[in-house]
């Protein structure tokens, strides 16, 4: 069983074996206890500490009953982590986000910015009579 590690996380990373990067799938999936705040708007913007950026400005990730579209992806440093922005983030303070938001041997901090989009509902024309 595989412990999620954080706000997003890989699910198929593929890092190592032999797949190139542009074949690999990535999904963004929010640990449950965020994903009401992320759907309401409350949350958007995730600290994460990755090798590489896993996702891209502009790419949209399914979560729930809709997608999580990137806004920006800055790089930070540890000081630019401050209570007001782990808050921001979702969780209670420093600590706790920094046991979620490294991943792997990631040493490069990026701050994530998204907002939440909700599934569209695809509206059905009404069918046409023949005559």
Not at 104 to 118: A, D, M, Q, S, T
Request: proline share 5%; glycine share 10%.
């Amino acid at each position: 069983m595989r412990k999620s590690f954080g706000v997003f996380e890989d699910l198929f990373s593929l890092a190592g074996s032999g797949v190139p990067s542009s074949c690999r799938l990535s999904l963004m999936v929010f640990t449950k206890r965020l994903r009401d705040r992320v759907r309401s708007g409350e949350i958007t913007c995730s600290v994460r500490i990755w090798q590489r950026p896993h996702v891209k400005v502009g790419g949209r990730y399914p979560m729930d009953d809709g997608e999580i579209e990137i806004d920006s992806i800055e790089p930070i440093g540890f000081s630019d982590i401050t209570p007001a922005l782990a808050r921001a983030s979702g969780f209670l303070g420093i600590l706790d986000l920094l046991k979620v938001a490294k991943h792997g041997k990631g040493e490069n901090i990026n701050l994530v910015r998204f907002h939440y989009l909700p599934r569209q509902k695809k509206t059905r024309k009404p069918a046409q009579s023949i005559r």
